[in-house]
């Protein structure tokens, strides 16, 4: 499983590997910056190294799991009955041509940078085969991000910033990729909301095991677990409506573990959306700021 959102954000980036031995030594530092490595108004100031939630790269980044197919052995791991609970979570997420989620987040500590988007509500929205809005509200340090299929816009509504980039992509794997290939960073959830969940989330996964079921408030739920090297990556699925509800996120070559929660409610299938969510532009008066590349 690659990058579950954003990798570092938007800014010449070390490499993953970099940005661990840097987290794991610096981390405890992170209190005396509001935001790190901020220089107004680049893009830095507008998402502070954190867009929507933190960046996953502070955690899939850290696991170097193996290259699909390098391991014969590794699918011998792979449990039917959990490849087919992954599957049919796939299928219908795939065949929904629009999709509107909520969610609660949380990061633990040792990942987070001590802001208020550590932890709090998502809202996500799709609509296939390439549109793609999302918002994190959290007062001036809110988030969104909206993709027409031709142009991604990222607004920091409190100060008032924006940056605006062309982009084509003509599916939201695309999408994902293209801006994590340009500007270093992945759409939040989007392997969740990808046409092909089960790709996406079996990328460097070496195991795939179903836990038995349990309750995520109340709603029973199958635990699936998807292990890689330094990462693992536990999935509660409505045993009723197949949709996820949870997933938790740990970092298994890290002190303490740390991990990612993020809960799912009012999942929203082939309903009507707001079509405007998605080509969403700042309010008036807001000031252009620059994409940073990816190197």
Same mark, same amino acid.
């Given at each position: 499983? /690659?990058e579950?959102?954003?990798? $570092?954000?938007l800014s010449?980036?070390?490499? #993953? &590997?970099?940005?661990?031995?840097h @987290?794991?030594?610096t981390?405890?530092?992170?209190?005396t910056?509001?935001t790190?490595?901020?220089?107004?108004p680049t893009?830095?100031?507008?998402?502070?190294?954190?867009l929507?939630?933190i960046?996953?790269?502070l955690?899939?980044?850290c696991?170097?799991g193996?290259?699909?197919?390098?391991?014969?052995?590794?699918?011998a791991?792979?449990?039917?009955a959990?490849?087919a609970?992954?599957?049919?979570?796939?299928?219908?997420?795939?065949?929904a041509?629009?999709?509107?989620v909520e969610?609660?987040?949380?990061l633990?500590?040792?990942l987070?940078?001590?802001l208020?988007?550590?932890?709090?509500?998502?809202?996500?929205a799709?609509?296939?085969p390439?549109?793609?809005?999302?918002?994190?509200?959290?007062?001036?340090?809110? /988030?969104?991000i909206?993709?027409? $299929?031709?142009f991604?816009?990222?607004?920091? #509504? &409190?100060?008032?910033?924006?940056? @605006?980039e062309?982009?084509e992509?003509k599916?939201?794997?695309?999408?994902?990729?293209l801006?994590?290939e340009?500007?270093?960073f992945?759409?939040?959830?989007?392997?969740?909301?990808?046409?092909d969940?089960?790709?996406e989330?079996?990328i460097?996964v070496?195991s795939?095991?179903?836990?038995g079921?349990?309750?995520?408030?109340?709603?029973?739920?199958d635990?699936?677990?998807?292990?890689?090297e330094?990462?693992s990556?536990?999935?509660?699925?409505?045993?009723?409506d197949?949709?996820?509800h949870?997933?938790?996120?740990t970092?298994t070559?890290?002190?303490g573990?740390?991990?990612w929660d993020?809960?799912?409610s009012?999942w929203?299938?082939?309903?009507?959306?707001?079509?405007?969510?998605?080509?969403?532009?700042?309010?008036?008066?807001?000031?252009?700021?620059?994409?940073l590349?990816?190197?």
């Amino acid at each position: 499983m /690659r990058e579950i959102l954003f990798r $570092g954000i938007l800014s010449p980036l070390p490499s #993953p &590997g970099f940005v661990c031995q840097h @987290l794991q030594k610096t981390m405890n530092s992170r209190s005396t910056h509001n935001t790190p490595c901020v220089n107004t108004p680049t893009l830095r100031n507008l998402v502070g190294s954190t867009l929507l939630v933190i960046s996953a790269a502070l955690i899939a980044g850290c696991a170097s799991g193996p290259k699909p197919g390098d391991s014969a052995g590794a699918r011998a791991w792979m449990e039917p009955a959990a490849l087919a609970l992954l599957n049919s979570v796939s299928a219908k997420l795939g065949a929904a041509r629009t999709i509107q989620v909520e969610a609660e987040h949380k990061l633990d500590p040792a990942l987070g940078l001590g802001l208020r988007l550590d932890r709090g509500r998502l809202e996500l929205a799709v609509k296939r085969p390439n549109q793609f809005y999302a918002i994190q509200p959290a007062g001036a340090e809110t /988030r969104e991000i909206a993709y027409d $299929g031709n142009f991604l816009c990222v607004m920091h #509504p &409190g100060p008032k910033h924006y940056a @605006l980039e062309p982009l084509e992509a003509k599916t939201i794997e695309q999408f994902a990729q293209l801006v994590d290939e340009r500007f270093g960073f992945r759409p939040p959830v989007a392997e969740l909301l990808a046409s092909d969940m089960a790709a996406e989330l079996l990328i460097d996964v070496t195991s795939a095991r179903l836990l038995g079921r349990e309750r995520v408030g109340w709603t029973r739920c199958d635990h699936l677990r998807l292990d890689q090297e330094g990462m693992s990556t536990d999935l509660w699925v409505g045993v009723e409506d197949k949709l996820p509800h949870r997933m938790l996120t740990t970092v298994t070559d890290m002190p303490g573990h740390p991990t990612w929660d993020i809960r799912f409610s009012k999942w929203k299938l082939n309903v009507p959306l707001d079509e405007s969510l998605f080509s969403k532009r700042p309010a008036p008066g807001s000031q252009k700021v620059q994409m940073l590349k990816s190197q």
